[in-house]
Structures are given as C-alpha cells and as structure tokens.
C-alpha cells in the first residue's frame, strides 16, 4: 500500500497494491496489519457504511460530536470530489480542507480521522462510497457545516447548482457550528 500525506496532517491518501489481468482484478480493500504498517495508526472500525448517489448530489460537511469518527472511505462505482475539513479549534489547520477525487478506476482510498468534517460531490452519472467508521453513527450527535462556507472556502467542481438533502441545505457556517475543541 502506497500511502501520501495530503494537504492537511493527518488526512491519508491510500492506493492499495492491484493485481489486474484480463479476468480482471483483485485488491485488499483493508487489512488492520497492512493500515498499521504503513500509518502508524491502529485503528478499529465498528461500522460500514454504503452511499449510493446521482450525478451532482453534494453530501456534507458532515461530522460527528462528542464521539468523532475516523472514516475510511473509497468509490466502488463511479467518481466523487471528496473533501476532508479540520474542525478541531485547537489546530492550527482549524478550518482548512483537502480534497482529492475518488473512483472505482483509481481505486484510492482517504483516511479521514476523528476531528474532520467529511464532504464528498458526485460527479460520474452515479457513485457508491463505502465508508468505515472508527464510532457508531449516533442521531443526536450528527452536525453538520454549509458546504459554501466562504470561511472555508472550498472550491468544488461545479458547473450548476448542486442537489442537497434539506439538512445540508439549512446546515449553520462555521463560526455558528458546534466543533471540537
């Protein structure tokens, strides 16, 4: 496994090791031993999670309080930008974001830890994320940040308007947001 620091410490770009030919292909899509070796980490995940969503849709910046959850994610169907965001007042990234694209073809993975906000914007026609997560997704815990936060101020591949769940769409800026300390 190929692992890449991204724009923010502690946000991980992982390329799995592909064995392909013309029957197809064959990769480990997770392994504790190998994710140790080549991070350092030693993390456990309690949950899996399946995103199947249309061309356009934008989901996020989505989080969880008081039990943040690290998240691994990749694309088994299709390609999404996805975006990581320091929620954690005490870091001096505070804020900032790092995004890469994930897809089925590249087969690349992003380590989110806990402490980030996690957003993704579909852009093939559909896209199925699989996510695990370190903590079980908890309903009173949820938050989540407006996408367009000037104060963020990412820069998403858009050429229209994108199609967000009501929760997205009324989500507070970051100065109104709950976040870690």
């Known amino acids: 496994m190929k692992v890449t620091t991204a724009k923010l410490p502690g946000v991980l770009l992982l390329e799995?090791?592909?064995?392909?030919?013309?029957r197809g292909f064959f990769l480990?899509?997770?392994?504790?031993r190998t994710f140790r070796d080549a991070t350092g980490l030693d993390?456990?995940?309690?949950?899996?999670?399946h995103s199947r969503s249309v061309r356009n849709v934008l989901r996020g910046i989505h989080?969880?309080?008081?039990?943040?959850?690290?998240?691994?994610?990749?694309?088994?169907?299709?390609?999404?930008?996805?975006?990581?965001?320091?929620?954690?007042?005490?870091?001096?990234?505070?804020?900032?974001?790092?995004?890469t694209e994930l897809s089925a073809e590249n087969k690349k993975q992003l380590w989110i830890p806990p402490g980030?906000?996690?957003?993704?914007?579909?852009?093939?026609?559909?896209?199925?994320?699989?996510?695990?997560?370190?903590?079980?997704?908890?309903?009173k815990l949820d938050r989540a940040i407006y996408w367009s936060d000037p104060a963020i101020g990412i820069t998403w591949?858009?050429?229209r308007a994108p199609i967000l769940a009501a929760k997205d769409a009324a989500a507070p800026l970051l100065a109104q947001a709950q976040t870690y300390e």
């Open 16 to 22: 799995p090791q592909v064995f392909g030919d013309e």
């Open 28 to 32: 480990e899509s997770w392994n504790a």
């Open 43 to 49: 993390v456990t995940f309690v949950q899996d999670n």
């Open 63 to 99: 989080y969880q309080i008081e039990k943040p959850q690290g998240k691994l994610v990749r694309v088994v169907s299709g390609s999404v930008w996805d975006v990581a965001v320091d929620l954690r007042r005490s870091s001096s990234n505070f804020g900032q974001w790092c995004a």
């Open 116 to 139: 980030f906000g996690h957003a993704f914007l579909v852009l093939s026609e559909v896209a199925d994320l699989l996510y695990k997560a370190t903590e079980y997704w908890v309903q």
């Open 157 to 159: 591949p858009l050429d």
